[in-house]
C-alpha cells in the first residue's frame, strides 16, 4: 500500500534561511509525487509535481524538490525563506497501480522568523 | 479555465441532522475526489468518483456518501452529523490522474 511521512510536524526556520520539509514515500510502481500548499482557510495548491524525467523539479514561489528513488525520498526545499511561505505543507503520492487515488502525508506547518 | 468550487463554503448543523455539500470540478474534468480534514486527523480521503461511478473509497462509515452527476459535478452526503463530523470538507478535480486541483473547501461545524 502507498504512503507517506512527512518528517517533522512543525518546522521554524529564520526569514531568509534555508527551508527543508522532508517527505518519504511507499510505492510499490513508480510514483508520482506531489507538494502542496495550504494557507488558512483555504484549498490546497499545488506547488510542484514529479511524474517522469527530471529528478529535480522546479516550482512556484522559488521551492524546488528532488525525487530520490533509492532513498524514496522527496524533500521540498528553497533557499531562502520569506515570511509568505509560512502555510502547511502537504506532500502526497499517487500512481497508477491505485487508480491515481491520492496518499497524503500529514503536512508540515512551516512558522518564518522575521 | 474557472477552478473548482465548493458549495457553501460555512455550514452549521446540529446532531443528528444530515447535510449535502456541492462540489463543481474544473471544465473537462471527470474525476472528483472527496477529503475531510481535521486538526488530529490531517487530510483523510473519503471517496472518488469517475463518470458517475465510485472508483475509490476511504475507510468511512456508511452514513458518508457521494454522488456525480452527467455533468460531473459531486455531491457528498453526511447523515446523522456528529460532533466529530466537524471539519474543512475539501474537493478536489482531476483530468489525467497526476493532478488534483483543489476547491476552497466547505467548513462544517457541528454544534
Known amino acids: 500500500a502507498q504512503s507517506v511521512t512527512q518528517l517533522g510536524s512543525h518546522v521554524s526556520v529564520s526569514e531568509g534561511a534555508l527551508v527543508l520539509l522532508r517527505c518519504n514515500y511507499s510505492?510499490?510502481?513508480?510514483?508520482?509525487l506531489f507538494w502542496y500548499v495550504q494557507y488558512p482557510n483555504q484549498g490546497l495548491q499545488l506547488l510542484l509535481k514529479?511524474?517522469?524525467?527530471?529528478?529535480l523539479v522546479k516550482g512556484i514561489n522559488g521551492f524546488e524538490a528532488e525525487f530520490k528513488k533509492s532513498e524514496t525520498s522527496f524533500h521540498l526545499t528553497k533557499p531562502s525563506a520569506h515570511m509568505s511561505d509560512a502555510a502547511e505543507y502537504f506532500c502526497?503520492?499517487?500512481?497508477?497501480?491505485?487508480?491515481?487515488?491520492?496518499?497524503f502525508g500529514t503536512g508540515t506547518s512551516l512558522t518564518v522568523i522575521p | 479555465k474557472a477552478g473548482v468550487t465548493q458549495t457553501p463554503r460555512y455550514l452549521i448543523k446540529t446532531r443528528g441532522q444530515q447535510v449535502t455539500l456541492s462540489c463543481s470540478p474544473i471544465?473537462?474534468?471527470?474525476?472528483v475526489s472527496w477529503y475531510q480534514q481535521t486538526p488530529g486527523q490531517g487530510l483523510q480521503f473519503l471517496f472518488e468518483?469517475?463518470?458517475?461511478?465510485?472508483?475509490n473509497k476511504g475507510n468511512f462509515p456508511g452514513r458518508f456518501s457521494g454522488r456525480q452527476f452527467s455533468n460531473s459535478r459531486s455531491e457528498m452526503n453526511v447523515s446523522t452529523l456528529e460532533l466529530g463530523d466537524s471539519a474543512l470538507y475539501l474537493c478536489?478535480?482531476?483530468?489525467?490522474?497526476?493532478?488534483?486541483?483543489f476547491g476552497p473547501g466547505t467548513r462544517l461545524t457541528v454544534l
Open positions: 478536489a478535480s482531476s483530468f489525467s490522474g497526476n493532478e488534483q486541483f
Open positions: 514529479y511524474t517522469t524525467g527530471a529528478t
Open positions: 510505492s510499490s510502481v513508480p510514483p508520482y
Open positions: 502526497a503520492v499517487s500512481d497508477e497501480g491505485t487508480g491515481n487515488q491520492f496518499y
Open positions: 471544465s473537462g474534468h471527470r474525476s
Open positions: 468518483y469517475f463518470s458517475e461511478t465510485q472508483r
